[in-house]
């Protein structure tokens, strides 16, 4: 990178969303750090999304509209807003998402060691209206990997981690990437099936160098009724768990796996599949949908994970019943049987 200050491109996929865009794009324009241009791709919207977006006057914000393409396409629609876009650095920010003041400030320096690929910082939890205390990483992911897996430092240690534990170690949001680096993996990753490009464009990147983590809020990702968890969706589940697979047999060398390492590895893809089967048949039991709840819960029971084995026998009998177990769920002080991670949908 040259010794300028380099443009960072914010790319920006929405649809209906304009509830939320105005504050996604007046958080662009609030940052501290002046060289940005934001590229908005509007889904089509049949709201007032658009609308929202054309009424801003910063010359900085490109709006684009494409025939609707839908969510599993969403690595496309990255790839077609990279297409359009200009800078050294490549920012994301779901239009449903919002930035801290300082984050360019922040992240943007870090690429001045020509290593780091990619930089991040921690990224908070919005419920509604309010703030929560949850932050991406939280303290329990750094003490668990440690700083090798923060600063993937070797390259491929973050990997480990996030294939240990199944999701990326923070909302895309909270990142900022080098271009180049994007360039050599081939742009954002495509999973057939599965509705996310973060979890396999994050595990690419982490064979391409070093990243740079900020112990700081930089970003805000938003829950809401319009968002989802592709962490609790059976079928994107199986796609990100064989794409780990395949991921793992291409790579193994670099990972510098072990033979335990990597039985590890595929227990915990194999037992994220069956959870997600399981909360798959909760669901399908709040719908009343008793034979497929019953399907469901039968993939649960194959689980080696007593838990899931065990609340896949409860739901197969309660499918049968046709009652729901919510009430014996919060009795037993469960919700899941897992860490969940989620994904906009």
């Known amino acids: 990178m040259n010794s300028r200050a380099p443009l960072v491109s914010v790319l920006t996929p929405t649809f209906n969303q304009s509830e939320f865009i105005g504050e996604c794009v007046s958080s662009v324009i609030a940052q501290s750090y002046p060289h940005w241009e934001q590229i908005v791709i509007d889904d089509s919207s049949t709201d007032t999304t658009e609308d929202v977006v054309r009424r801003c006057t910063d010359r900085r914000v490109h709006l684009h509209r494409q025939p609707h393409a839908g969510i599993l396409a969403l690595a496309s629609t990255y790839n077609r807003a990279l297409r359009e876009s200009r800078g050294d650095l490549v920012a994301i ?70 294939l240990r534990v ?49 112990d700081r809020v930089v970003a805000y990702w938003r829950r809401h009724p319009g968002s989802g968890s592709w962490s609790t969706h059976e079928p994107a589940i199986r796609s990100a768990s064989a794409f780990a697979g395949s991921f793992v047999q291409k ?51 194959r689980s080696p994970y007593p838990p899931i084995l065990l609340g896949g026998l409860v739901g197969y009998a309660a499918s049968v019943l046709k009652i729901d177990i919510e009430g014996l769920m919060r009795a037993v002080g469960r919700t899941s049987f897992g860490p969940e991670r989620t994904a906009k949908r």
Not at 186 to 210: C, I, N
Not at 253 to 266: F, I, K, N, W, Y
Not at 271 to 283: D, E, K, T
């Open 93 to 162: 920010l779901e239009g449903d998402d919002f930035w801290a003041p300082d984050k360019l400030d922040l992240l943007v320096p870090k690429f001045n060691d020509p290593s780091v690929v990619l930089a991040y910082g921690r990224a908070g939890i919005v419920a509604g209206a309010k703030v929560t205390r949850t932050t991406i990483p939280d303290a329990r992911f750094a003490r668990r990997f440690g700083r090798t897996a923060l600063f993937n430092d070797p390259p491929g240690a973050a990997a480990r981690a996030m």
């Open 251 to 301: 790579h193994s060398s670099m990972l510098g796996l072990s033979p335990g390492e990597a039985r590890a590895v595929d227990a915990a893809a194999r037992r994220r599949v069956q959870r997600a089967a399981f909360n798959s048949g909760r669901n399908l039991l709040l719908q009343r949908r008793w034979r497929e709840a019953q399907n469901s819960f039968m993939r649960a029971v």
């Open 166 to 214: 199944g999701y990326p170690f923070t909302f895309p949001c909270a990142v900022v990437i080098r271009r180049a680096a994007l360039d050599a993996i081939g742009g954002f990753q495509a999973v057939a099936g599965l509705g996310a490009m973060d979890y396999p464009t994050f595990l690419e990147l982490t064979l391409v160098g070093r990243f740079a983590y900020v």
